[in-house]
């Protein structure tokens, strides 16, 4: 493991809380964040208790000031009082803030943030502070160096201030409506009403006193603000009290030109359109500022045919179920997107009830149409797969583009300059040239595996599609191990980066503020990225370290920081002088890194530093081999205050691959949503075995059990197991995994089952709630990997349910489930229970009311822990204190 400097210990709290009650967190909770232990003094450690676990907190890296000397941080806790943190990184001058929305620093470093109260503004080298009260909501213009922030005022009313970071005040606005800085931060738009009457006006924040009045004295409120991706243009709706009247307006900076659409004069919108005022509205300028795209709805009271009774109507064939429409509407009362020209004055509609999604190419000229109900009713995919057609948004010509193909946003994917379309099929990733009119695969000549979703990646985003190269010449694409980059026509490839010899996965790292998904209405929005410069890549690797690496195309990857830790949350500024990361181990809490170029890593924070004075376990990554020899590994935590001279019980926690959470910090809890805490475990003097599963098609179970005893015979194999105190777990899959091993083995002492599926058959025909689908869909193409129907291979269900065996289990067995999971239906644990109820088995079930897939009432969250501890405890441990076991099992 890396070692770090040490710095000079200075760490002042340098904000008193807003609150009286809120003294007791910060003296207790937060004061031991930023004061330094006593040098040279031995700590005498102690067994962790459930007493302790409110000490414990999380942390998350947020944001880097602009001179890269301080960081910002949160560290939430179990109680909601969430505190962030603003620090120096070299004097180590602390600021705290509690329950704070939204943040940021200042192009001089002034910190400002807001929570519940106001606004805090607090100038960092010389701890300054100015509070806003009442604030609503704001923002900051780096272009004019200016905070904007509203206030609200009484009678529901708002003020807009606008002052520079020490205080001074530019000027302030009365009865403002709503506001909107643009992206280029030079300009500023608000709607105001006064006197019933409302204006929109623009603001340029080098002349804040020359307002430009883009609508005057309008009898409609403004609504949805929207700019043009360099500030160019902004759009945005107005709506009267009737809320269906309402209009559209575009305006463009340079010449100072308004356009204006009333959906009630379109000829090619659909009677009674209206721009829906909701949370639904959305709006988008077209690049080349020739198109807004925008939502519409159609006022009819006829499109809803109404039952006169409560009765459910569940036609067999519906392309989709009543649930689903009762959650999402139908598809007559969705909302939809319509296309207008400004220049013209024309507005066309893009999305119908036959075509009803959409996905814009990257220039905005096309638009992808297609229903994900086109072959509903279907038991295979979920969602369904499309006849997917493309559309000119010039001519409005439309033509099939696909056929029968998955329109899911990872595997059909728009080009960023709007010259390609990416998808996936057939097992290759293919490209069709919208000008040329021409399909290539353009993998299938390479001797690696591509996936449409990225499975062997644990840290980031899933999509298997990178981006593209500058220009829209090369798209990226990652396999299991590498970056490649391949030409459109697929004429050529090359893979950019040399994982796969040194078994380390390679992924571009992203922006610190992009967020891993973003899209274009169903299109994933996919970067073009200079490879022609330096960037940063995150390496996962097969023996558990982590950590980043800078690529150039010359040298390649070179290593940052990696080691034989969880690394991630990778900060920095536009020069990359200054790296901030967080890093962790299972026994070592998540710190704050900070590596400066050509030096060592100096770690600036570190969390929860109460561990220290308690006894811990620790992390082990076991390699073992299945039946069939495939190499697997797998996580053993030892037990806190581990002896070598002794042996120990064992909790087998299994689901599927989990060789990933090797070195994640996990912070003690007795308000678990399900039975997975291995520091709790581990500080209760248990073992916990964390195998990897590979669940093979039609022999689900068996492969299971398969991976588990092979795994649990190479932990045995050390001599450091009881081998007759063995437990097993296993949560939602865990839990079916767990239902069947037990049926199959006696291996195991005792064991938990939550939520899982006992009985494949039933459980084929029961309805996901949560998802407002059968669950047979899991079966074809999830983990339930079966790959016919129980009327085309009964067999196959029978052999790998859990219930058909009931009769040869001797494990005595906990199940618990919530009485409202929608996710995985509590008959089946309940079906399970009457099995071995009526064979005569040891077998205890709790279903909590009023809970779903896992718990989340904190009172059911401390008794199901309470009383899975107390179950291990007396099978593993012969603590039989537990009355309540001791009754429901004699």
């Given at each position: 493991m890396m070692k770090y400097a040490t710095q000079k210990c200075f760490s002042p709290v340098s904000a008193s809380l807003l609150l009286n009650t809120r003294l007791h967190f910060f003296l207790f909770f937060i004061l031991p964040l930023v004061a330094c232990p006593l040098r040279g003094q031995v700590v005498q450690?102690?067994?962790?208790?459930?007493?302790?676990?409110?000490?414990?907190?999380?942390?998350?890296?947020?944001?880097?000031?602009?001179?890269?000397?301080?960081?910002?941080?949160?560290?939430?806790?179990?109680?909601?009082?969430?505190?962030?943190?603003v620090r120096n990184t070299v004097s180590l001058k602390t600021f705290s803030f509690v329950t704070v929305q939204h943040s940021l620093f200042t192009k001089n470093n002034t910190f400002v943030c807001k929570n519940e109260e106001g606004l805090q503004i607090t100038e960092l080298h010389t701890g300054k502070k100015q509070y806003i009260k009442s604030a609503h909501e704001f923002d900051y213009s780096s272009f004019a160096d200016l905070i904007i922030v509203t206030i609200n005022l009484p009678q529901d009313k708002k003020k807009l201030?606008?002052?520079?970071?020490?205080?001074?005040?530019?000027?302030?606005?009365?009865?403002?409506?709503?506001?909107?800085?643009?992206?280029?931060?030079?300009?500023?738009?608000?709607?105001?009403?006064?006197?019933?009457?409302?204006?929109?006006i623009l603001l340029d924040l080098k002349k804040t006193e020359q307002e430009k009045l883009i609508l005057n004295n309008h009898e409609d409120k403004s609504f949805g603000f929207t700019w043009h991706k360099d500030g160019s243009a902004v759009a945005f709706g107005t709506q009267s009290n009737l809320i269906t009247e309402t209009f559209l307006f575009y305006y463009i900076l340079e010449n100072e030109k308004l356009y204006k659409l009333d959906p009630a004069l379109q000829l090619n919108l659909p009677k009674n359109t209206f721009i829906p005022a909701d949370f639904t509205f959305k709006l988008t300028v077209s690049d080349d500022m020739q198109k807004v795209f925008f939502t519409t709805k159609i006022n009819s009271p006829l499109l809803e045919k109404k039952n006169t009774t409560d009765v459910e109507i569940w036609n067999a064939n519906d392309k989709s179920l009543y649930t689903e429409r009762e959650k999402g509407g139908s598809l007559s009362t969705v909302p939809r997107v319509a296309l207008w020209f400004p220049f013209s004055n024309i507005a066309n509609q893009l999305t119908t009830n036959d075509l009803p999604k959409l996905m814009l190419s990257g220039d905005q000229q096309y638009a992808l149409l297609f229903n994900p109900k086109d072959y509903e009713p279907q038991f295979i995919i979920k969602p369904g797969p499309s006849d997917i057609y493309i559309l000119n948004l010039k001519t409005l010509e439309k033509k099939l583009f696909l056929k029968k193909h998955s329109a899911h946003f990872l595997e059909l994917i728009p080009s960023p300059k709007g010259n390609y379309i990416s998808y996936f099929k057939d097992g290759?990733?293919?490209?069709?040239?919208?000008?040329?009119?021409?399909?290539?695969?353009?993998?299938?000549?390479?001797?690696?595996?591509?996936?449409?979703?990225?499975?062997?990646?644990?840290?980031?985003?899933?999509?298997?599609?990178?981006?593209?190269?500058?220009?829209?010449?090369?798209?990226?694409?990652?396999?299991?191990?590498?970056?490649?980059?391949?030409k459109p026509d697929g004429t050529s490839f090359r893979?950019?980066?040399?994982?796969?010899?040194?078994?380390?996965?390679?992924?571009?790292?992203?922006?610190?503020?992009?967020?891993?998904?973003?899209?274009?209405?169903?299109?994933?929005?996919?970067?073009?990225?200079?490879?022609?410069?330096?960037?940063?890549?995150?390496?996962?690797?097969?023996?558990?370290?982590?950590?980043?690496?800078?690529?150039?195309?010359?040298?390649?990857?070179?290593?940052?920081?990696?080691?034989?830790?969880?690394?991630?949350?990778?900060?920095?500024?536009?020069?990359?002088?200054?790296?901030?990361y967080r890093e962790q181990k299972f026994d070592l809490s998540p710190q704050l890194i900070?590596?400066?170029k050509n030096l060592n890593p100096v770690s600036f924070f570190q969390s929860n530093p109460q561990q220290k004075r308690y006894y811990w376990g620790t992390s082990e990554l076991i390699e073992y081999e299945n039946s069939k020899g495939v190499k697997m590994k797998g996580v053993l935590r030892y037990p806190a205050h581990y002896d070598p001279k002794k042996k120990y019980p064992m909790i087998v926690h299994v689901y599927q691959r989990q060789y990933d959470q090797h070195h994640k910090y996990i912070n003690p809890t007795s308000q678990m949503e399900d039975e997975d805490n291995d520091t709790v475990w581990t500080t209760q003097g248990y073992f916990v075995l964390l195998p990897d599963i590979?669940?093979?098609?039609?022999?689900?179970?068996?492969?299971?059990?398969?991976?588990?005893?092979?795994?649990?015979?190479?932990?045995?194999?050390?001599?450091?197991?009881?081998?007759?105190?063995?437990?097993?777990?296993?949560?939602s899959f865990g839990a079916y995994e767990t239902s069947f091993i037990i049926t199959q083995t006696n291996l195991f002492a005792s064991a938990i089952a939550s939520a899982g599926s006992t009985d494949l058959n039933s459980f084929y025909f029961t309805l996901a709630k949560n998802f407002s689908y059968p669950n047979m869909y899991r079966f074809?193409?999830?983990?339930?990997?079966?790959?016919?129907?129980?009327?085309?291979?009964?067999?196959?269900?029978?052999?790998?349910?859990?219930?058909?065996?009931?009769?040869?289990?001797?494990?005595?067995?906990?199940?618990?489930?919530?009485?409202?999971?929608?996710?995985?239906?509590?008959?089946?644990?309940?079906?399970?229970?009457?099995?071995?109820?009526?064979?005569?088995?040891?077998?205890?079930?709790?279903?909590?009311?009023?809970?779903?897939?896992?718990?989340?009432?904190?009172?059911?969250?401390?008794d199901m822990t309470s009383r899975i501890q107390q179950w291990f405890a007396y099978y593993l441990k012969d603590d039989l204190s537990a009355e309540w076991i001791t009754e429901g099992v004699k």
């Open positions: 450690k102690k067994d962790l208790t459930a007493a302790d676990y409110h000490l414990w907190g999380a942390l998350s890296l947020e944001k880097i000031s602009p001179d890269q000397k301080w960081a910002s941080y949160t560290m939430s806790y179990e109680n909601n009082i969430d505190t962030l943190f201030i606008l002052q520079t970071p020490d205080g001074k005040v530019v000027r302030e606005i009365a009865d403002i409506t709503s506001f909107s800085l643009s992206p280029d931060k030079q300009h500023l738009v608000y709607g105001r009403a006064l006197n019933d009457k409302h204006s929109v290759n990733w293919w490209v069709y040239n919208i000008a040329a009119d021409t399909h290539q695969n353009i993998t299938a000549g390479i001797k690696s595996k591509f996936t449409a979703e990225d499975l062997q990646y644990s840290i980031s985003a899933k999509n298997s599609n990178a981006g593209w190269s500058m220009d829209d010449k090369e798209i990226l694409l990652y396999d299991e191990f590498d970056l490649w980059a391949i893979r950019l980066t040399q994982g796969r010899e040194l078994k380390i996965r390679y992924r571009l790292v992203s922006s610190p503020d992009r967020q891993p998904y973003l899209f274009v209405y169903d299109a994933l929005k996919v970067d073009n990225i200079d490879i022609e410069k330096e960037l940063f890549l995150h390496g996962q690797g097969d023996d558990g370290k982590t950590g980043y690496f800078k690529w150039n195309k010359k040298s390649r990857e070179k290593s940052i920081i990696y080691d034989d830790l969880h690394i991630d949350q990778l900060t920095y500024n536009s020069n990359k002088q200054n790296l901030f900070i590596k400066k590979i669940v093979e098609y039609d022999t689900l179970g068996y492969s299971a059990l398969d991976c588990v005893l092979a795994a649990v015979k190479k932990v045995l194999a050390k001599e450091i197991i009881k081998p007759d105190k063995i437990g097993l777990m296993g949560h074809a193409s999830g983990q339930w990997k079966i790959s016919q129907s129980p009327f085309e291979d009964p067999e196959t269900y029978r052999r790998n349910s859990p219930i058909t065996y009931a009769n040869k289990v001797n494990t005595p067995l906990l199940l618990w489930s919530g009485k409202e999971d929608y996710n995985v239906d509590p008959h089946q644990t309940m079906e399970f229970y009457f099995a071995l109820r009526s064979l005569g088995k040891k077998c205890i079930m709790l279903l909590y009311p009023d809970e779903g897939h896992g718990i989340s009432k904190p009172a059911n969250q401390k």
